[in-house]
């Protein structure tokens, strides 16, 4: 997958819901918008780092690592973050507080 032309600032992350499998229940097809979101993704890219402020001056200026990296499968929050469309794919940028796990 090309990276897409969209790089999030801060502490922010850009990442791709994965489907579902089509479920059907009792030979009845379930329609999209019936569904409920995905909680799992993909994650497309990072943003520029947080950067720590505290009011003692204990660690001014000191950047905070993420704690994920592209193409790692997460779990998120599932009506957080802001979705959008680019070039026909579906995406989200979330906050990396949003963030719930790692999927080994």
Do not use: W
Not at 45 to 51: E, F, H, Y
Not at 67 to 77: C, F, H, P, S, W
Not at 84 to 89: C, S
């Amino acid at each position: 997958m090309n990276k897409p032309a969209i790089q999030p600032l801060g502490d922010r992350v850009l990442v791709k819901r994965r489907k579902d499998a089509e479920q059907i229940k009792g030979g009845i097809v379930i329609p999209d918008t019936a569904k409920e979101q995905s909680q799992e993704a993909e994650v497309i890219a990072l943003g520029t780092g947080n950067v720590c402020e505290s009011k003692d001056g204990c660690c001014s200026s000191k950047h905070i690592a993420f704690e994920v990296k592209a193409g790692d499968r997460i779990l998120i929050n599932r009506y957080g973050g802001n979705e959008f469309k680019m070039d026909g794919v579906d995406y989200l940028i979330i906050r990396q507080s949003d963030i719930l796990g790692i999927i080994s």
